[in-house]
């Protein structure tokens, strides 16, 4: 029986800005982001938009009243928790109206949290091959203005549908990790700002890559040649690149050049949207698929995620046949495009905004937000979500009347 990603979506907030633009306030070459980096935009979210919000959005390219039905699994990888303790999963249940009998929980490891929520779906799936599982990866990367991380923030979500005889993409029962605690990122819960050693950080990540990477070769006997194209997680588009080059003698020449073709492919949408964290691998995936016209059924793909502190693992998936009618390039590239770009003084500004955390009530300015599920503010320390299908109705939660706890 085949397992993997029957549906895949997307959403990145509605507002960026040029990293030409932020390299030439901040008084470097352009060239040191858009080419030492291999970023060129950077999309900017507002206080309507969180983890919660931007995976629901994310799951709107593809979801049926059927699949709400059938979905009895949903995981939300994130580092970007709106709460400590309830699950933010539990709100985009609610948002998109799933089926209520099911498992619903948040999970986190850094970059890796998608990853780990993708295997622990496929397992399920396994189990109970009449079901199907939601996947989401949704982040917000902040390092802070003029800082060495600012070129590589960002913000979207990708969403998954897992589920027995995939339309797109059937995983390989071959996955190698590996995982060990070090000190390259890391975020107290103080502090909405990442704390990263970035040299020693882009370092492990290879490291971690040739450990896994010569580990699957080992046990699997597949070589190089035996991959179409390989994705990598991205916090940067040279980041992956940096890996792959590490292992591209392996092969001849003509497949070498093949590979990097097929890697160009795969980081345009993360050239246009930033570092998504969680989602950033599979949102390198997606650029792959909707971006390369040579693709066919049966090609086999390399799939490298990385979660810093640190979590690393390398599988493969095999594309199905008539995949391609099952992607929304179309959707996806005029999201892109219609996009409103910020002027740096304009992205500074709403960088620089930030929610209460006292408890004070709080009303967001919505007359921008276009996204069917935004924040609307914040009202006795909860998040008032709001669905413009729905109006004014709060769409976060099941509402309840205000009494003491027994």
Known sequence: MKIGIDQIGLFTPGQYVDLVEVAQARGVDPNKFTIGIGQDRQSVPGLTQDAVTMAANAALDFLTAEERDQVELIILGTESGVDNSKAGALYVQHLLGLNQWSRAFEIKEACYGATAGLQMAADFVAAHPDKKALVFGSDIARYGLATGGEVTQGAGAVAMLISANPRILALNNDSVYRSQSIQDFWRPVYSDIAFA????????????????????????????????????????????????????????????????????????????IGNIYTGSLYLGLLSLLETSTSLAAGDTIGLFSYGSGAEGEFYSAELQPGFEEQLHGETHQQML????????????????????????????????????FYLAGIKNHERQYRDHLRGNEDAGAESAPDEPIA
């Open 197 to 272: 050693r970035g040299h020693y950080s882009t370092n492990q990540y290879i490291d971690f890559f040739q450990k896994v990477w010569a580990k699957y070769r080992e046990e699997t006997g597949h070589t190089l040649d035996d991959f179409k194209a390989l994705c990598f997680h991205l916090p940067y588009t040279k980041q992956g690149l940096k890996a792959l080059r590490k292992i591209l003698p392996e092969t001849n020449v003509d497949h070498q050049q093949s590979l990097l073709h097929y890697y160009d492919e795969s980081i345009q949408y993360t050239r246009q």
């Open 337 to 372: 495009a219609n996009r409103r770009q910020l002027s740096v003084p304009e992205y500074e500004k709403v960088f620089s905004e930030e929610l209460p955390t006292d408890g004070s009530a709080y009303k967001a300015d919505t007359s921008n937000e276009k996204a069917r």
